[in-house]
Protein backbone atom coordinates (compact mmCIF):
# COMPACT_ATOMS: atom_id res chain seq x y z
CA UNK A 1 0.00 0.00 0.00
CA UNK A 2 0.94 3.70 -0.93
CA UNK A 3 3.03 5.72 1.68
CA UNK A 4 1.54 8.88 1.81
CA UNK A 5 2.36 12.12 3.73
CA UNK A 6 -0.78 13.83 5.22
CA UNK A 7 -0.61 17.45 3.04
CA UNK A 8 -0.87 14.95 0.15
CA UNK A 9 -3.97 13.40 1.18
CA UNK A 10 -6.37 15.37 -0.91
CA UNK A 11 -4.94 13.67 -4.08
CA UNK A 12 -5.56 10.29 -2.41
CA UNK A 13 -9.55 10.71 -2.26
CA UNK A 14 -11.49 7.24 -1.54
CA UNK A 15 -8.18 5.65 -1.74
CA UNK A 16 -6.53 3.13 0.47
CA UNK A 17 -2.78 4.73 1.21
CA UNK A 18 -0.67 4.05 4.85
CA UNK A 19 0.49 7.09 6.78
CA UNK A 20 4.06 6.87 9.15
CA UNK A 21 3.56 9.59 11.73
CA UNK A 22 2.67 9.73 15.68
CA UNK A 23 0.17 9.95 18.34
CA UNK A 24 -1.14 13.53 18.44
CA UNK A 25 -4.16 12.93 20.83
CA UNK A 26 -6.91 10.06 20.85
CA UNK A 27 -10.49 9.74 21.98
CA UNK A 28 -13.48 7.38 22.55
CA UNK A 29 -17.32 7.59 21.39
CA UNK A 30 -19.02 4.86 21.61
CA UNK A 31 -18.62 2.55 19.18
CA UNK A 32 -15.76 5.02 17.14
CA UNK A 33 -12.32 5.39 18.74
CA UNK A 34 -11.05 8.85 17.22
CA UNK A 35 -6.87 8.89 16.96
CA UNK A 36 -5.31 12.46 15.33
CA UNK A 37 -1.94 11.15 13.95
CA UNK A 38 0.77 13.62 13.14
CA UNK A 39 3.39 13.01 10.52
CA UNK A 40 5.14 16.52 10.24
CA UNK A 41 3.20 17.75 7.30
CA UNK A 42 0.04 17.87 8.79
CA UNK A 43 -2.85 16.05 10.94
CA UNK A 44 -5.53 13.69 10.36
CA UNK A 45 -8.14 12.08 11.97
CA UNK A 46 -8.02 8.31 12.44
CA UNK A 47 -11.51 6.47 12.35
CA UNK A 48 -12.11 3.45 14.05
CA UNK A 49 -15.23 1.42 13.92
CA UNK A 50 -16.36 -1.78 15.63
CA UNK A 51 -18.96 -3.31 16.70
CA UNK A 52 -17.22 -5.77 19.00
CA UNK A 53 -15.37 -4.09 22.48
CA UNK A 54 -12.38 -7.01 22.32
CA UNK A 55 -11.71 -5.88 18.17
CA UNK A 56 -7.68 -5.84 17.78
CA UNK A 57 -7.67 -2.51 16.63
CA UNK A 58 -9.29 -1.41 19.79
CA UNK A 59 -6.30 -3.01 21.88
CA UNK A 60 -4.04 -1.75 19.65
CA UNK A 61 -5.57 1.56 20.02
CA UNK A 62 -5.93 1.45 24.16
CA UNK A 63 -1.90 0.66 24.24
CA UNK A 64 -1.32 4.16 22.32
CA UNK A 65 -0.52 7.42 24.04
CA UNK A 66 0.96 10.27 22.89
CA UNK A 67 3.64 10.26 20.64
CA UNK A 68 3.42 6.60 20.19
CA UNK A 69 5.16 6.11 16.50
CA UNK A 70 2.65 4.07 14.22
CA UNK A 71 1.94 3.16 10.68
CA UNK A 72 -2.02 3.09 9.70
CA UNK A 73 -3.47 1.59 6.79
CA UNK A 74 -7.05 3.03 5.22
CA UNK A 75 -9.20 4.70 3.38
CA UNK A 76 -9.47 8.37 2.76
CA UNK A 77 -12.56 10.26 3.23
CA UNK A 78 -13.70 14.05 2.49
CA UNK A 79 -15.19 15.42 5.46
CA UNK A 80 -15.96 18.65 5.80
CA UNK A 81 -15.93 18.98 9.50
CA UNK A 82 -12.50 16.84 10.21
CA UNK A 83 -9.16 19.29 10.88
CA UNK A 84 -7.75 19.37 7.01
CA UNK A 85 -11.03 18.13 5.28
CA UNK A 86 -10.23 14.27 5.17
CA UNK A 87 -10.29 11.23 7.52
CA UNK A 88 -8.83 8.43 7.14
CA UNK A 89 -11.42 5.23 7.59
CA UNK A 90 -8.51 2.80 9.50
CA UNK A 91 -8.08 -0.67 8.88
CA UNK A 92 -4.78 -1.54 10.23
CA UNK A 93 -2.62 -0.39 12.73
CA UNK A 94 1.53 -1.14 13.34
CA UNK A 95 2.42 0.26 16.52
CA UNK A 96 6.15 1.23 15.85
CA UNK A 97 7.31 2.21 19.50
CA UNK A 98 5.08 3.03 22.76
CA UNK A 99 6.26 5.86 23.41
CA UNK A 100 7.27 6.46 27.13
CA UNK A 101 5.09 9.22 29.10
CA UNK A 102 5.40 12.45 26.93
CA UNK A 103 7.29 15.42 29.27
CA UNK A 104 4.91 17.97 26.79
CA UNK A 105 1.31 17.84 27.31
CA UNK A 106 -1.40 19.55 25.95
CA UNK A 107 -1.71 21.77 28.98
CA UNK A 108 0.37 25.06 29.41
CA UNK A 109 3.88 24.57 30.62
CA UNK A 110 6.72 27.78 30.93
CA UNK A 111 9.37 29.24 28.83
CA UNK A 112 11.83 27.56 30.61
CA UNK A 113 10.73 24.27 30.73
CA UNK A 114 10.12 24.31 26.75
CA UNK A 115 13.36 25.27 26.03
CA UNK A 116 14.99 22.68 27.83
CA UNK A 117 12.57 20.18 26.08
CA UNK A 118 13.49 22.55 22.43
CA UNK A 119 14.19 19.05 20.86
CA UNK A 120 10.47 17.54 22.06
CA UNK A 121 8.64 21.21 22.06
CA UNK A 122 9.57 21.22 17.97
CA UNK A 123 6.52 18.60 17.43
CA UNK A 124 3.72 21.04 18.89
CA UNK A 125 1.18 22.73 16.25
CA UNK A 126 2.41 25.92 16.72
CA UNK A 127 5.92 25.60 16.59
CA UNK A 128 5.71 23.60 13.26
CA UNK A 129 3.56 25.95 11.84
CA UNK A 130 6.46 28.80 12.83
CA UNK A 131 8.86 26.87 11.20
CA UNK A 132 6.89 26.04 8.22
CA UNK A 133 6.68 29.58 7.56
CA UNK A 134 10.33 30.05 7.91
CA UNK A 135 11.23 27.33 5.29
CA UNK A 136 8.96 29.36 2.80
CA UNK A 137 10.31 32.77 3.85
CA UNK A 138 14.08 31.56 2.85
CA UNK A 139 12.52 29.93 -0.37
CA UNK A 140 10.67 33.24 -1.38
CA UNK A 141 14.06 34.83 -1.01
CA UNK A 142 16.14 32.67 -2.94
CA UNK A 143 13.71 32.55 -5.40
CA UNK A 144 13.40 36.07 -5.22
CA UNK A 145 16.93 36.67 -5.64
CA UNK A 146 17.79 34.01 -7.94
CA UNK A 147 15.11 35.83 -10.07
CA UNK A 148 16.55 38.56 -10.60
CA UNK A 149 19.86 37.18 -12.05
CA UNK A 150 21.94 37.45 -8.52
CA UNK A 151 24.91 35.06 -7.87
CA UNK A 152 24.21 33.28 -4.69
CA UNK A 153 28.14 33.40 -3.24
CA UNK A 154 28.75 31.73 0.13
CA UNK A 155 31.01 33.60 2.39
CA UNK A 156 33.48 32.47 4.99
CA UNK A 157 32.57 31.56 8.71
CA UNK A 158 35.50 31.72 9.74
CA UNK A 159 37.58 34.85 9.00
CA UNK A 160 40.15 37.07 10.44
CA UNK A 161 38.59 40.58 11.21
CA UNK A 162 35.17 42.64 11.80
CA UNK A 163 32.50 43.57 9.71
CA UNK A 164 30.07 44.69 12.81
CA UNK A 165 32.54 46.01 15.32
CA UNK A 166 35.17 44.25 17.31
CA UNK A 167 32.52 44.13 20.57
CA UNK A 168 30.55 41.17 19.30
CA UNK A 169 33.05 38.94 18.30
CA UNK A 170 33.14 35.32 18.72
CA UNK A 171 36.66 34.62 18.97
CA UNK A 172 38.00 30.80 18.34
CA UNK A 173 41.60 29.41 17.69
CA UNK A 174 42.54 28.91 14.55
CA UNK A 175 45.61 26.78 14.52
CA UNK A 176 48.26 29.11 15.48
CA UNK A 177 46.15 32.40 14.49
CA UNK A 178 43.16 33.80 16.34
CA UNK A 179 40.39 33.51 13.58
CA UNK A 180 35.88 35.04 14.53
CA UNK A 181 32.93 33.52 13.63
CA UNK A 182 31.61 35.86 10.53
CA UNK A 183 29.05 38.81 11.99
CA UNK A 184 28.37 39.35 8.17
CA UNK A 185 29.32 38.34 4.54
CA UNK A 186 29.19 41.78 3.49
CA UNK A 187 32.96 42.55 3.31
CA UNK A 188 33.32 39.44 0.93
CA UNK A 189 30.49 40.25 -0.96
CA UNK A 190 31.83 43.48 -2.01
CA UNK A 191 34.55 40.95 -3.09
CA UNK A 192 31.81 39.04 -5.07
CA UNK A 193 29.86 41.21 -6.40
CA UNK A 194 33.18 43.23 -8.32
CA UNK A 195 33.87 39.43 -9.69
CA UNK A 196 29.65 38.88 -10.57
CA UNK A 197 27.69 42.22 -10.65
CA UNK A 198 25.16 41.69 -8.30
CA UNK A 199 25.31 38.51 -5.48
CA UNK A 200 23.99 37.02 -2.49
CA UNK A 201 25.07 35.38 0.62
CA UNK A 202 22.77 33.33 2.95
CA UNK A 203 24.05 31.77 6.17
CA UNK A 204 24.39 31.82 9.32
CA UNK A 205 26.08 34.66 11.38
CA UNK A 206 27.14 35.53 15.14
CA UNK A 207 27.14 38.21 17.57
CA UNK A 208 28.30 37.80 20.88
CA UNK A 209 25.50 40.24 22.02
CA UNK A 210 25.30 40.38 25.76
CA UNK A 211 21.76 41.51 25.30
CA UNK A 212 18.70 39.48 26.34
CA UNK A 213 15.97 40.98 24.16
CA UNK A 214 13.13 39.37 22.51
CA UNK A 215 14.66 40.51 19.10
CA UNK A 216 18.67 38.93 19.78
CA UNK A 217 19.94 35.90 18.85
CA UNK A 218 23.82 35.18 19.25
CA UNK A 219 23.32 33.07 16.01
CA UNK A 220 20.74 33.94 13.27
CA UNK A 221 20.76 33.74 9.39
CA UNK A 222 20.91 36.50 7.44
CA UNK A 223 20.79 37.21 3.52
CA UNK A 224 22.96 39.31 2.11
CA UNK A 225 22.82 41.17 -1.17
CA UNK A 226 25.45 43.29 -2.85
CA UNK A 227 25.34 45.13 -6.10
CA UNK A 228 28.26 47.13 -7.50
CA UNK A 229 27.38 50.07 -9.39
CA UNK A 230 24.24 50.47 -7.10
CA UNK A 231 23.36 53.50 -4.88
CA UNK A 232 20.98 54.27 -2.03
CA UNK A 233 18.58 54.20 -3.84
CA UNK A 234 18.35 51.54 -5.66
CA UNK A 235 18.62 49.23 -2.14
CA UNK A 236 16.10 51.36 -1.04
CA UNK A 237 13.38 50.09 -3.93
CA UNK A 238 15.43 46.44 -3.65
CA UNK A 239 14.45 46.16 -0.14
CA UNK A 240 11.05 47.00 -0.23
CA UNK A 241 10.26 44.59 -3.35
CA UNK A 242 11.73 41.76 -1.56
CA UNK A 243 10.08 42.51 1.62
CA UNK A 244 6.58 42.53 -0.27
CA UNK A 245 7.93 39.40 -2.08
CA UNK A 246 8.01 37.63 1.22
CA UNK A 247 4.75 38.25 2.82
CA UNK A 248 3.01 37.48 -0.82
CA UNK A 249 4.48 34.01 -0.52
CA UNK A 250 3.54 33.69 2.72
CA UNK A 251 0.29 34.47 2.32
CA UNK A 252 -0.29 32.33 -0.71
CA UNK A 253 1.08 29.24 0.53
CA UNK A 254 0.88 29.43 4.01
CA UNK A 255 -2.68 30.07 4.67
CA UNK A 256 -3.21 27.09 7.24
CA UNK A 257 0.32 27.74 9.10
CA UNK A 258 -0.69 31.09 9.31
CA UNK A 259 -4.37 29.85 11.12
CA UNK A 260 -2.82 28.09 13.53
CA UNK A 261 -0.95 30.40 14.58
CA UNK A 262 -4.30 32.95 14.67
CA UNK A 263 -2.30 35.28 12.98
CA UNK A 264 -4.88 38.22 11.87
CA UNK A 265 -3.48 38.82 8.23
CA UNK A 266 -4.97 41.91 7.66
CA UNK A 267 -2.05 43.83 8.90
CA UNK A 268 0.20 42.36 6.41
CA UNK A 269 -2.42 42.27 3.16
CA UNK A 270 -2.14 46.17 4.04
CA UNK A 271 1.43 45.99 3.79
CA UNK A 272 1.69 48.10 0.18
CA UNK A 273 4.62 49.82 -1.71
CA UNK A 274 5.81 52.58 -1.38
CA UNK A 275 6.65 51.82 2.21
CA UNK A 276 7.27 55.79 3.94
CA UNK A 277 11.21 56.81 3.76
CA UNK A 278 12.48 59.28 6.17
CA UNK A 279 15.77 60.09 7.21
CA UNK A 280 16.94 59.84 10.50
CA UNK A 281 16.82 63.71 11.36
CA UNK A 282 13.52 63.51 10.22
CA UNK A 283 12.27 60.49 12.35
CA UNK A 284 13.47 62.67 15.20
CA UNK A 285 11.55 65.08 14.17
CA UNK A 286 8.91 63.14 14.45
CA UNK A 287 9.17 61.54 17.78
CA UNK A 288 9.16 64.78 18.92
CA UNK A 289 5.91 65.59 17.85
CA UNK A 290 5.33 62.02 19.93
CA UNK A 291 6.68 63.41 23.00
CA UNK A 292 9.93 61.38 22.42
CA UNK A 293 13.15 63.67 22.66
CA UNK A 294 16.35 62.34 21.33
CA UNK A 295 19.69 64.25 20.52
CA UNK A 296 21.09 63.63 17.21
CA UNK A 297 23.24 60.86 17.76
CA UNK A 298 21.52 58.75 19.46
CA UNK A 299 20.72 55.25 18.33
CA UNK A 300 16.81 54.11 17.69
CA UNK A 301 16.64 51.45 20.74
CA UNK A 302 13.42 48.70 21.23
CA UNK A 303 10.94 51.51 22.39
CA UNK A 304 11.58 54.01 19.62
CA UNK A 305 11.13 51.19 17.07
CA UNK A 306 7.72 50.51 18.19
CA UNK A 307 6.44 54.27 18.19
CA UNK A 308 7.74 54.30 14.48
CA UNK A 309 5.94 51.84 13.51
CA UNK A 310 2.86 53.17 15.80
CA UNK A 311 3.10 56.32 13.82
CA UNK A 312 3.31 54.57 9.97
CA UNK A 313 1.80 51.48 10.17
CA UNK A 314 3.90 50.09 7.32
CA UNK A 315 7.00 49.20 7.17
CA UNK A 316 9.56 52.08 7.24
CA UNK A 317 12.89 52.62 5.50
CA UNK A 318 15.61 55.16 7.22
CA UNK A 319 18.67 56.63 5.87
CA UNK A 320 21.22 59.36 6.65
CA UNK A 321 22.34 58.49 9.86
CA UNK A 322 24.88 59.94 11.96
CA UNK A 323 27.67 58.62 11.07
CA UNK A 324 28.99 58.00 14.30
CA UNK A 325 26.43 55.45 14.71
CA UNK A 326 27.48 53.60 11.88
CA UNK A 327 30.05 50.98 10.85
CA UNK A 328 33.37 52.38 9.00
CA UNK A 329 32.38 50.89 5.76
CA UNK A 330 29.32 53.27 5.39
CA UNK A 331 29.50 56.41 2.39
CA UNK A 332 28.87 59.82 3.42
CA UNK A 333 26.24 61.96 2.42
CA UNK A 334 28.13 64.38 -0.23
CA UNK A 335 26.51 67.27 1.05
CA UNK A 336 26.36 66.34 4.74
CA UNK A 337 29.55 64.52 5.48
CA UNK A 338 28.41 64.01 9.37
CA UNK A 339 25.56 61.56 7.37
CA UNK A 340 26.00 58.40 6.43
CA UNK A 341 24.06 57.03 3.36
CA UNK A 342 22.70 53.84 5.53
CA UNK A 343 19.47 52.03 5.06
CA UNK A 344 17.72 50.20 7.73
CA UNK A 345 14.28 48.62 7.05
CA UNK A 346 11.90 48.25 10.13
CA UNK A 347 8.90 45.74 10.09
CA UNK A 348 5.31 47.04 11.11
CA UNK A 349 3.31 46.43 14.28
CA UNK A 350 6.30 47.60 16.66
CA UNK A 351 8.38 44.69 15.36
CA UNK A 352 11.64 47.07 14.43
CA UNK A 353 14.17 46.76 12.24
CA UNK A 354 14.70 44.14 10.15
CA UNK A 355 16.51 45.06 7.30
CA UNK A 356 20.13 47.19 7.75
CA UNK A 357 23.06 47.75 4.71
CA UNK A 358 23.68 50.82 2.77
CA UNK A 359 26.01 52.49 0.42
CA UNK A 360 29.41 51.40 0.92
CA UNK A 361 32.64 53.50 0.91
CA UNK A 362 34.37 53.36 -2.76
CA UNK A 363 37.52 55.74 -2.41
CA UNK A 364 40.59 54.34 -0.98
CA UNK A 365 41.89 57.20 1.38
CA UNK A 366 38.74 57.97 2.97
CA UNK A 367 38.01 53.48 3.66
CA UNK A 368 41.93 54.10 5.32
CA UNK A 369 40.83 56.94 7.75
CA UNK A 370 37.48 55.12 9.00
CA UNK A 371 39.34 51.51 9.25
CA UNK A 372 42.30 54.13 11.80
CA UNK A 373 39.46 56.18 13.11
CA UNK A 374 37.43 52.68 14.30
CA UNK A 375 40.81 51.46 15.04
CA UNK A 376 40.68 48.39 13.30
CA UNK A 377 43.95 46.70 12.06
CA UNK A 378 44.59 48.32 8.33
CA UNK A 379 46.75 45.13 7.48
CA UNK A 380 43.65 42.77 8.54
CA UNK A 381 41.86 44.46 5.61
CA UNK A 382 44.62 45.06 2.88
CA UNK A 383 42.14 42.55 0.41
CA UNK A 384 39.65 44.38 1.15
CA UNK A 385 41.10 48.01 0.41
CA UNK A 386 42.73 46.49 -2.73
CA UNK A 387 38.57 46.87 -4.43
CA UNK A 388 39.12 50.11 -4.03
CA UNK A 389 41.93 50.32 -6.31
CA UNK A 390 41.09 48.07 -8.99
CA UNK A 391 38.37 49.61 -10.74
CA UNK A 392 36.55 51.08 -7.63
CA UNK A 393 32.95 52.13 -8.03
CA UNK A 394 30.42 52.95 -5.84
CA UNK A 395 27.98 49.92 -4.38
CA UNK A 396 25.36 48.84 -1.93
CA UNK A 397 23.82 46.07 -0.40
CA UNK A 398 22.59 45.08 3.08
CA UNK A 399 21.33 42.11 5.21
CA UNK A 400 17.95 40.80 5.96
CA UNK A 401 17.59 38.85 9.21
CA UNK A 402 15.35 35.98 8.85
CA UNK A 403 14.18 35.11 12.56
CA UNK A 404 13.08 38.67 12.90
CA UNK A 405 11.26 38.31 9.61
CA UNK A 406 9.82 34.90 10.33
CA UNK A 407 9.00 36.32 14.06
CA UNK A 408 7.02 39.61 12.49
CA UNK A 409 4.42 37.73 9.76
CA UNK A 410 4.19 34.99 12.73
CA UNK A 411 3.50 37.75 15.02
CA UNK A 412 5.26 35.99 17.69
CA UNK A 413 6.69 37.91 20.87
CA UNK A 414 10.11 36.21 20.74
CA UNK A 415 12.44 35.62 18.44
CA UNK A 416 13.68 32.44 20.09
CA UNK A 417 10.36 30.39 18.35
CA UNK A 418 11.77 31.27 14.94
CA UNK A 419 14.71 28.86 14.68
CA UNK A 420 14.81 25.19 15.34
CA UNK A 421 17.73 25.14 18.03
CA UNK A 422 18.07 29.51 19.40
CA UNK A 423 21.13 30.08 20.63
CA UNK A 424 20.63 32.64 23.46
CA UNK A 425 22.37 34.97 25.71
CA UNK A 426 22.42 32.17 28.20
CA UNK A 427 21.06 29.06 26.81
CA UNK A 428 22.89 26.69 24.43
CA UNK A 429 21.34 23.75 25.32
CA UNK A 430 19.81 21.07 23.67
O1 LIG B 1 22.18 45.83 10.74
P1 LIG B 1 23.13 44.68 10.69
O2 LIG B 1 24.12 44.55 11.78
O3 LIG B 1 23.85 44.81 9.27
C1 LIG B 1 24.89 44.05 8.83
O4 LIG B 1 25.35 43.08 9.38
C2 LIG B 1 25.37 44.45 7.45
N1 LIG B 1 26.77 44.06 7.33
C3 LIG B 1 24.53 43.76 6.41
C4 LIG B 1 24.88 44.15 5.00
O5 LIG B 1 24.83 45.32 4.68
N2 LIG B 1 25.21 43.20 4.17
O6 LIG B 1 22.31 43.33 10.60
C5 LIG B 1 21.39 43.13 9.55
C6 LIG B 1 20.13 42.48 10.07
C7 LIG B 1 19.35 43.31 11.08
O7 LIG B 1 18.53 44.26 10.46
C8 LIG B 1 18.54 42.23 11.79
O8 LIG B 1 17.41 41.86 11.01
C9 LIG B 1 19.51 41.07 11.80
O9 LIG B 1 20.43 41.29 10.77
N3 LIG B 1 20.21 40.98 13.09
C10 LIG B 1 19.88 40.14 14.08
N4 LIG B 1 18.89 39.22 14.18
C11 LIG B 1 18.81 38.49 15.31
N5 LIG B 1 19.66 38.62 16.33
C12 LIG B 1 20.67 39.52 16.31
N6 LIG B 1 21.52 39.60 17.32
C13 LIG B 1 20.81 40.33 15.13
N7 LIG B 1 21.67 41.29 14.75
C14 LIG B 1 21.29 41.67 13.52
MG1 LIG C 1 21.50 47.30 12.04
Redesign the pocket.
Known sequence: MKWVYIEDLPKHENQRVEIRGWVYNKRSSGKIRFLIIRDGTGYVQGMIYSNKKDSPLFEKFDKLNQESSLHIRGEVKKDKRAPGGYEISVSDIDIIQIAESYPITPKEHGTSFLMKNRHLWLRSSKQNAVLQIRTEVIKAIRDFFDNRGFRLMDTPILTPSA??GTTTLFETEYFDQSAYLS????LY?EATAMAFGKVYCFGP?F?A?K?KTR????E?W?V?P?IAFAQLDDIKKLSEDLVLYIIERVLENKKTELEILERDTKPLEGVKKPFPKLTYEEVLEKMKEKGRKLDFGDDFGAPEETLISKIFKQPVCITHFPAKIK?FYMQPDDKRPDLVLGL?VLASEGYG??????QRIHDLKLLKERIKEHNLPEKDYAWYLDLRKYGSVPHS?????I???VAWICNIKH?RETIPFPRLLYRIYP
Do not use: K, V, W
Open positions: CEQSGQNTRESRHLIFMEEADEIIGGGGFGLGERTI
